[in-house]
């Protein structure tokens, strides 16, 4: 069974994203297998898991979920990047800041990322999946 666990809070600076990053190190160094997945234009969590701005710059990322065209969207088991700190990670970035502006505009955009979760079978592999989520009430994306 693959669990779900979205890290969310409309306040900013209240430790989601060390909580997520933490939590998804953690897991995977009791033997899971983990993707954390960040949802912030800001990509702390990317940048905490090791990568450099290059390097969430020049990869597909979380944004990609949003693309207006769903036969445009890459599964996230395809595009995820491996940690040194035993999870696999989705980037955020700026990726996420074109997508704020096509949630609006696709339908159930607010949902899609939860679809695009339960659909990608290449998921399947992960025993936890966790959502590092940016502030803001309208920003929770993942927990609906």
């Known amino acids: 069974m ?24 953690w897991l995977a160094s009791q033997g899971n297998r983990v993707a954390l997945i960040d ?18 710059n020049n990869n597909p990322g979380a944004g990609n979920i949003f693309d207006e065209d769903i036969k445009n969207v890459q599964a996230p088991s395809r595009i995820m990047i491996k940690t040194e700190y035993g999870f696999d990670l989705l980037p955020g970035g700026g990726s996420l800041t074109k997508a ?32 590092d989520n940016p502030a803001g009430k309208d920003r929770i994306l993942s927990a609906t």
């Open 2 to 25: 693959r669990y779900v666990i979205s890290v969310a809070n409309p306040k900013g600076g209240v430790a989601k994203t060390t909580t997520s990053v933490n939590l998804a190190a």
């Open 39 to 56: 949802m912030d234009e800001q990509y702390s969590s990317s940048m905490l898991s090791g990568l450099s701005r290059e390097e969430v």
């Open 100 to 131: 704020k502006d096509n949630i609006s505009r696709i339908m159930l955009g607010e949902q899609r990322l939860m679809k695009v979760i339960e659909k990608d079978k290449g998921l399947d592999v992960y025993d936890f999946i966790v959502i």
